[in-house]
């Protein structure tokens, strides 16, 4: 029994000898971009550390010599409470396999898991199911709006930041092949333009378009939550990110495509960002075990350059809007003028 | 009464239970317990929870309850106490 431990959130030290050394023993590697860390001392030792990322619960680590007295609860109950008092409708933990069976039993429910590490488990007053069911009473709604017939679901998963005219040809073509197409838009707000911004733009664009449908991917397709390094383009470790790819891969097989009933999920080729890439490997590779095959549309060009939003963005910082006009559609670049006059204001 | 806000009280350590209440569409009071000792104390538990919701009149409520094995007297407490934070801005050191 531990009678003297004490407990302190901290800022992050990443240089934390002791912390770092723990985090090994468990077979966890030290992680960047936390929030705040709780450590757990028995007299001045560290014998426990768990960490936030958002609502994500990170390097989560016992001692092995101090297993089975309860640390792990005061760890888990702790962050918790600090989620839910900063209002957190659910949150996440990565952890690894051996954690699991722990975390379980302290309310966590596994999502899915790839290997040793990371197994993803979820926890909160609003889970997956119920995520779930919003998206498809949406669906349910359109579609009796839209006297939709039974047929192919295809789907998209588009960041739009900005939406361009790669983007329109890839809804062209799904719309055109398939009964409904469903698009979840990135909710996450981590790129220039703002979910809000990105999403107005995308129904615009989508407006003349009856069997599509966009829809908010919330926290579990490719969300901050479920592929950090999505958003992280500092770290480029490519076996990290093909695990987080799969992850995220698997997320959408099992839980979105069998519940919505998608059998389809269209992709554009990707010859520049080294992220997208793997991920649309993994997509390629995973999805088929879920029934959903991956269509891979090669992209657009203008002038021998593939139309992509990073491309948008980059003649937009160089404030070259006149070669934008040709990429985007009008509401598009209506906007994009709009906004740029508005940020050269401040 | 109606609460507004996501609160929690208690911990998941021996003896001990988290609380953890909510606003509910619907109306009643929705628990959901995860408990070591459920099949032997899980309607009890239930009813200690349900009976002190009942004393503040709230009607909207859906409380997740960990329990690990936690007397009558701290099922109340926490539960009292996370529907008190619930109810306030801000009350009742964290």
Redesign the interface.
Known sequence: MLWNIKINFIKPNYNDYSWKALLRKVGLKPEKNLDITLLVKEQNKLVATGSLDGNIIKCLAVDPNYQKQGLMSIVISRLKAFLIRRERKNYFVYAHRNQVPLLENLGFNELVGVGKYPVLLEDGISKIEDYINIINSKITSFNAKKKYEQGKIASLVMNCNPVTKGHSYLIEKASRNNQLVIIFILSEDKSLFSAKERRNLLQKVVAGKDNVIVVPSGNYILSYSTFPKYFLSEDQEKESIRLYAQLDAHLFGKYFARSLGIKRRYVGTEPNSVVTAIYNQQLKNILPQYGVDLIEIQRIEMKGIPISASRVRKLLKEDKLDQIKSLVSRTTWDYLKFWSDQNEDK | MKIN????S?????SDI?I?V?PAKEKGIIIEL?SDVEELFGSKIKKVIRDTIKEFEIENI?V?A?D?GALDYAIRARTKTAILRALKECSLN?
């Open positions: 806000k996501t609160a929690s208690g911990s998941m350590e021996s988290m953890t909510s995860v859906k997740m960990n690990k964290e």
